[in-house]
């Protein structure tokens, strides 16, 4: 997400067996998704490599 800017956050993450991800920050960008775009928030770490869509997002979204 080189064009977003990377914003301190106090949120807090952690992986299904309980263990706490390190945060680098939080950062709003627009995610395209096949024709449709969404400004999504972001939390951000060096730890996972690939983009994790949270329940709220894909509830909102009627996401199957």
Do not use: W
């Amino acid at each position: 997400m080189p064009e977003a800017q990377l914003q301190s956050t106090s949120q807090r993450l952690y992986a299904a067996n309980g263990t706490a991800i390190p945060l680098l920050g939080e950062a709003t960008t627009t995610l395209k998704i096949d024709r449709k775009e969404f400004r999504v928030n972001f939390l951000v770490t060096d730890a996972v490599q690939e983009v994790i869509l949270g329940i709220p997002f894909l509830t909102q979204n009627r996401c199957h």
